[in-house]
């Protein structure tokens, strides 16, 4: 509980002693996945509150609320992985001194910021401003290089996702419809 506390309040000490420990991969894995569940929850509600509002074939684009919370916590246990895989290479590319298994466990312990988002609108904005603080300064203690350098990353990661996921997006799209 200190460690998620010391998450929410930005301490750098506690997140240089998250990434550097080991037995912490499987806590960060555990705040993945809950929060991966209540994202999901929350957006099958959204899409039961505003369902009967859309036209129909915009419903039927969205999807049913249990596809919704289902992919949700597949793509963002997904992303986990391959976030944390792309941001470790790309700070090892500007000099960092880190691996994909700090990144697992900063970027997982980061997730609590999305708790934020059962707060209607202001939560979600609140949630990414902090995820994104949170994520450079994780990124900076795992590779032990300048904030300057773990924004750079951040940019370049998020960069190599976006045309990853364009990729992906464009093979998967015709199998899937």
Same mark, same amino acid.
Request: glycine share 12%; charged share 5%.
């Given at each position: 509980m200190d460690r998620i506390l010391g998450v929410l309040t930005l301490k750098a000490p506690v997140y240089k002693q998250i990434a550097e420990d080991t037995s912490a991969t499987m806590t960060a894995g555990i705040i993945v996945v809950v929060m991966a569940i209540l994202g999901g929850i929350l957006g099958a509600l959204m899409v *039961?509150?505003?369902? &009967?509002?859309?036209?129909?074939?915009?419903?039927?684009?969205?999807? &049913?609320?249990?596809?919704?919370?289902? &992919?949700?916590?597949?793509?963002?246990? #997904?992303?986990?992985? #391959? *976030? &944390?895989?792309?941001?470790a290479f790309i700070a090892n590319a500007f000099g960092g001194k880190t691996n994909t298994g700090e990144m697992l466990r900063v970027f997982g312990f980061t997730q609590i910021f999305q708790i934020l988002n059962i707060i209607p609108c202001l939560g979600s904005i609140a949630a990414l401003i902090l995820s994104v603080i949170g994520a450079i300064i994780g990124i900076r203690e795992a590779a032990e290089f300048s904030t300057g350098k773990a924004v750079l990353t951040g940019v370049g990661g998020l960069i190599v996702l976006f045309i990853v996921n364009m990729v992906i997006s464009l093979i998967l799209s015709p199998i899937l419809g």
């Open positions: *039961g509150l505003v369902g &009967s509002s859309l036209p129909p074939e915009q419903l039927a684009q969205a999807g &049913s609320p249990v596809k919704i919370a289902i &992919s949700t916590i597949i793509n963002t246990i #997904i992303g986990w992985l #391959i *976030g &944390s895989a792309v941001f």
